[in-house]
Structures are given as structure tokens and as C-alpha cells.
């Protein structure tokens, strides 16, 4: 990569390393997002949710289009010591004055049927949905190289994403558009 490149990837990353704020209450901070390969159909993305107000929110949804379906998602472990992967219908509740992080190995957003692969250095369009605080749109880094955080749950070769797809277990810092 050039000098100029550079300089020009290391501006557009600091750019969209700025909060993300929903009417001055919900502030998204150090987002970013992730395939685990090239050719993969899946990714996720990762950030904290902080609620500056005085109400409790919940993030409800996710929507974007560069999947086929977008889903909140969380990691459980079953009976046998293996986690699991399932969509959490209810949402990620945020209590005010608090903070909910999606995290690898916990809760995060899930990208489905990839439309194209992600691109390290580009960045991704997510409208989140918000049950008080409405609608907000991000835009995600993706950062392939970031280092998975220890015990995340997925280091370990012990995910099962037997039912992704069959409906049973999977119905799917930035700056704001």
C-alpha cells in the first residue's frame, strides 16, 4: 500500500472510530466487524452500547444490506459443554446511565448469506433498532485482523452451528449516516 493509501485507510479508520449517538442518549462506541475467512457466509459485528439517558432502552434489531438476514445473537452452553449460537428475539436491554456490550463469545449481531464478502479496511452499513430511543444508523469498520479475545468461546473448537439456518436456534466506534 502507498504512503498516501495509507495515511488516507488510517483517517477514514479514526474517522469511524467516533461515537455514534440515537437523540443524544445511546452512543455506540468501539465498533467493528468480522468474517472468520474470504469465502465465509457469515460475519458479525461488535461494539458497546451506552445509554446516557434516564430511561431504559433495548436494542430490538439490526437491519443492513449486505446480508440476508441480520439478527441479535448470543453464545450459550448446553449440557454438554458445547456453546451454541442462537438468536435472542427479546433483544439486548440497556439500562439508563448503563452499558451492554456485544462482544465475541457473548452477545453480538449476526450477518447471515453474505452478499459479499467483508473487505478488511471497509466499512459496513447497520441500521440498529432501538425500542425507546428508534432507529440509528452506523457505519462499521471491518477489521479482520483484530485479535479474538481470550475465552471468547469460540477458541476453543467447541461451537456448534448445527442449526444455523433451520430456524430453530438463528432467526439474525462508528459513525452515524
Do not use: C, W
Request: no cysteine; hydrophobic share 45%; proline share 4%.
Amino acid at each position: 500500500m502507498s504512503p498516501m493509501k495509507t495515511i488516507l485507510a488510517a483517517g477514514a479508520a479514526a474517522l469511524f472510530a467516533l461515537p455514534a449517538f440515537a437523540e443524544g442518549m445511546i452512543m455506540i462506541e468501539d465498533a467493528y466487524a468480522r468474517a472468520s475467512g474470504p469465502k465465509a457466509m457469515a460475519g458479525a459485528a461488535f461494539f458497546q452500547i451506552m445509554n446516557h439517558g434516564t430511561e431504559d432502552d433495548r436494542l430490538v434489531a439490526a437491519k443492513s444490506d449486505v446480508a440476508k438476514r441480520v439478527e441479535l445473537h448470543t453464545h450459550k452452553e448446553n449440557a454438554e459443554g458445547v456453546m451454541q449460537m442462537m438468536e435472542v428475539e427479546e433483544g439486548f436491554p440497556v439500562a439508563a446511565g448503563g452499558m451492554h456490550a456485544l462482544q465475541r463469545g457473548g452477545d453480538h449481531v449476526m450477518f447471515m448469506g453474505l452478499n459479499q464478502p467483508f473487505e478488511d479496511g471497509s466499512t459496513i452499513s447497520v441500521t440498529l433498532v432501538f425500542e425507546k430511543s428508534g432507529e440509528m444508523t452506523v457505519e462499521i469498520p471491518v477489521d479482520l485482523n483484530r485479535n479474538p479475545m481470550m475465552g471468547d468461546g469460540m477458541q476453543n473448537g467447541k461451537m456448534d452451528h448445527s442449526n444455523m439456518g433451520n430456524g430453530q436456534m438463528n432467526q439474525g466506534a462508528a459513525k452515524t449516516n
